[in-house]
């Protein structure tokens, strides 16, 4: 059985910022990933300005990310829909941009990275069975799988919602039509029991990311495209952006997204990182910076205080993500309600409001 001081699950942004800063600090870290290639992830693809900072305090400059600049937010609901100025400007991004540029950091940082065979299960005394069969040892685990379940080491999120909120991804080409429309801008289109957000990324391709409850889709009989289709039928705005695109084949989907969710209570030598410890309500476009917000402490945690540091820095933790939780779980209810959500858009037109509540929904690292 192998032995090692910090075990890393997952080369996602939580897993590689906790990396990074795990090996500056000397801690020499070892990163598990299941993906031999760096993925293209199901993520909103937007990137706060906040978050931006972050990333070039981890050695990565905005020029080298090379993503698609946004300063406006456009907000959709039935015929209602308003325009308004983000408080600083974020950035379009792929996660395999992203999350190939942290890799390559991580790895220039002396991180040991492994890929090709992820955790299969773990324990809280730091004992981990890798995909292939082989078992590894511990001190600390830095738990980064994500939205998924790692076996022994569930997220302790209570009674599973009869009617569970579901993330669902295309990648559009994206016409010359559509970019232009998209230019500056990141779009959400609010539907019935949930919303669409769509941006340019790096390449000038199209994120249409969806978050729904599953009974939407049950209404589609299961099917995406269908489903696309019946959100198209309820707001126009989707529909004329949808409208000559071509809808590739591909999809990408996560069931049972527990949005609102945080950690309370840690156990030793176990750090949760990432929607392992706090799921923001992806309207929110701070998944991101949560990520690396957690990566980024949890290091310094543990270098300050080992293994036995885990406890305080979720607890802790946890008490940083309150309020951008909180604000985003607001704005979600309202998504999740047309009719109120075509109501609140009025208030949009309020100065500084979106500014605020952008301001509101951001971690700091």
């Known amino acids: 059985m192998r032995r090692t001081t910090a075990l890393v699950a997952g080369a996602g942004p939580a897993g590689l910022a906790a990396a990074i800063g795990l090996a500056r600090g000397g801690a020499k870290p070892l990163v598990v990933e299941r993906h031999r290639e760096t993925p293209d992830l199901l993520c909103g693809g937007f990137v706060s300005w906040q978050t931006l900072e972050t990333i070039e305090a981890l050695g990565i400059t905005p020029a080298a990310l090379g993503g698609h600049a946004i300063d406006q937010v456009g907000l959709y609901a039935g015929d209602q829909s308003r325009v308004a100025k983000l408080p600083n400007t974020g950035m379009g991004l792929s996660r395999r941009r992203l999350d ?48 998924y379940e790692l076996r022994g080491l569930k ?53 249409l990311c969806m978050a729904v409850r599953r009974s939407r889709l049950r209404e589609a ?8 289709r019946l959100l198209s039928r309820e707001t126009p705005s989707l529909a004329d952006r949808l409208d000559g695109e071509t809808i590739p084949d591909s999809v990408d989907a996560v069931s049972r997204v527990p949005y ?106």
């Open 260 to 365: 609102g969710w945080r950690v309370r209570e840690g156990q030793h030598g176990i750090f949760r990182l990432g929607d392992q410890a706090a799921v923001i309500p992806s309207l929110a476009g701070e998944g991101i910076g949560i990520a690396l917000a957690s990566g980024g402490q949890s290091a310094r945690a543990y270098l300050a205080g080992g293994a036995i540091a885990a406890p305080d820095f979720l607890r802790r933790f946890a008490r940083s993500t309150r309020r951008p939780v909180a604000v985003a779980s607001a704005l979600k209810r309202i998504a999740d309600r047309p009719r109120l959500a075509r109501r609140a858009l009025s208030l949009a037109a309020l100065p500084g409001l979106v500014g605020f509540l952008g301001e509101a929904t951001r971690i700091r690292a």
């Open 100 to 147: 190939g540029l942290l890799r390559e950091a991580a790895a220039a940082a002396g991180a040991k990275i492994e890929v090709g065979t992820g955790l299969s299960a773990a324990n809280s005394d730091g004992e981990a069975r890798l995909a292939d069969g082989s078992e590894i040892t511990a001190e600390a685990l830095f738990l980064a799988t994500g939205k």
């Open 221 to 228: 009989e299961g099917d995406t495209r269908a489903l696309l």
């Open 155 to 207: 997220r302790p999120v209570g009674e599973p919602s009869p009617d569970p909120w579901m993330g669902i991804r295309y990648r559009l080409p994206a016409s010359a039509r559509l970019q232009d429309i998209l230019d500056g801008a990141i779009e959400m289109h609010i539907v019935r029991h949930g919303y669409a957000g769509l941006l340019l990324q790096e390449d000038g391709s199209a994120n």
